[in-house]
């Protein structure tokens, strides 16, 4: 028999350690891993000689936009960024215009993102003012439900405990996880200078946030994922009550690598909820990735127009962009000896996968789906012009990086090759991704 691809060559990790084999895949899937001289024949063969061969990275946390917000970005440029970024799995929140809230406003986004997909696509849903309109019929089509208790989707939502009781009932009922951008407060007015700003988004929040769902999550059950963790007195808070499965963790790459201190602030390019904390508040976060306190990477990627992030500090809007910069940063580490090999497969591949129950993804082994990532190592500096994404302005300007994602295939089809894209849009890939 001959597979359709053999990526010939290339370094595996096996047992730790980049290993020289070759992936054969076959059919949308991984068909084998095979040692010099016994790969079986091709219809295609890659040589991937010098070049780590490895899982896509699945990105549980990305805001795609489209619709009435594609002009910050959309799902043809977003997923291409995803793909160039060695991303082959993002998840789209529902902070979308229109909200993504039920059965129609999810067919818009599906039915877009069908036509646009350059990797697999899945599904958040935000929560209804009332739970008992929540429309069971999406569930197959959405991985996990989103709340925003500090600026709440549907305005006016007061997240008391009783509605974070009923938002965590949908959690148990369905078995999807209840993500929380972990943030408390209602209505505030618009900050006049950066303290100010820094005191509507204090630690303290973050952990009273979290405080709030675990004491209603004792008794109703649910599972709960916190997003973007970004504190040390959160990290001691999500310890406290590991449990597995049901509480996972994510943080993003600029809350372990960047501090607030670092940046003067002149605009919003470093500019994002929660905001940059401290090298202590860094620290923390990168032991507590090591330790899986927190299980994984997730970019948050939350593009905005250049006009909307070159205003002036408190003027410009909350977001970077974070697909084209996940791999290269969490990879650096690697190859800086900071994050073993095995613990980058983890948290950018397999943990997620593990959170939303993506049973064939996050793998790189036989009978997993072949979404691969084929990385080059060599030194270079982050450049946001080049970015595929519509936003281009990101707080890792000029940032040296040792790892570029050089070849991306979703499904078993080569769609990115040293910045070109081969497919698409649409072709390959899964719109919506569903649970396995
Ligand atoms: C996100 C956005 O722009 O949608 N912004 C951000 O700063 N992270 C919203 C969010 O994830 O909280
Ligand atoms: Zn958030
Ligand atoms: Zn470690
Ligand atoms: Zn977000």
């Not at 699945?58 to 799902?75: A, M, P, Q, T, Y």
């Not at 369905?174 to 900050?191: Q, V």
Request: charged share 25%.
């Amino acid at each position: 028999m001959s597979v359709d691809y053999l990526l010939k060559n290339g370094l595996v990790i096996v047992e730790g350690a980049p290993t020289r084999k070759a992936v054969a895949l076959h059919l949308g899937k991984i068909e084998g891993i095979y040692s010099p001289g016994s790969e079986p024949p091709a219809q295609q063969v890659i040589d991937c000689e010098d070049l780590y061969i490895l899982p896509g990275a699945i990105d549980i946390h990305v805001h795609l936009r489209d619709l009435n917000n594609s002009d910050k970005e959309d799902f043809e440029t977003g997923t291409r960024a995803a793909a160039a970024g060695g991303v082959t799995t993002v998840v789209d929140m529902p902070n979308s215009n229109p909200p993504t809230l039920d059965r129609d406003s999810l067919a818009e986004k599906v039915d877009s993102a069908k036509e646009k997909r350059f990797v697999n696509v899945g599904f958040y849903s935000g929560i209804q003012r009332n739970t008992s309109d929540f429309d069971a019929q999406i569930v197959p089509d959405i991985l996990g439900f989103k709340v925003y208790p500090h600026s709440p989707i549907i305005k006016d939502t007061s997240y008391n405990q009783k509605r974070i009781r009923a938002c965590l009932k949908l959690s148990e009922e369905h078995d999807i996880p209840l993500l929380l951008h972990p943030e408390t407060g209602g209505k505030r007015s618009a900050p006049k200078t950066l303290d100010a700003f820094l005191m509507q988004h204090t630690c303290e929040s973050e952990e009273d946030s979290i405080q709030q769902f675990l004491a209603a999550q004792s008794e109703i059950g649910g599972r709960l994922h916190i997003c973007h963790v970004s504190c040390a007195s959160s990290v001691r808070t999500i310890e406290k009550h590991r449990a597995e499965d049901l509480l996972t963790a994510e943080v993003a790459p600029h809350h372990l690598f960047l501090a607030g201190g670092d940046f003067t602030h002149p605009d919003g390019a470093s500019k994002m909820l929660p905001p940059l904390r401290s090298p202590y508040d860094n620290k923390a976060l990168q032991k507590a990735l090591h330790q899986c306190v927190i299980d994984c990477v997730a970019s948050d990627h939350a593009p905005h127009t250049e006009q909307e992030k070159r205003a002036t500090f408190l003027e410009a809007s909350s977001g970077i962009p974070g697909l084209e910069t996940t791999v290269p940063l969490m990879l650096t580490e690697v190859l800086e000896g900071r994050l073993s090999w095995v613990e980058y497969l983890r948290c950018c591949c397999s943990a997620p996968a593990h959170i939303l129950k993506l049973g064939s993804k996050g793998v790189l082994a036989k009978g997993y789906d072949a979404d691969i990532c084929i990385v080059k190592k060599e030194e270079s500096v982050i450049c946001g012009a080049f970015f595929n994404s519509k936003a281009k302005v990101t707080p890792f300007e000029g940032r040296r990086v040792l790892a570029t994602p050089v070849m991306t295939l979703v499904g078993g089809d080569l769609v990115y090759n040293y910045g070109q894209f081969l497919i698409g849009p649409g072709v390959a890939g899964r719109v919506p991704v569903r649970k396995t």
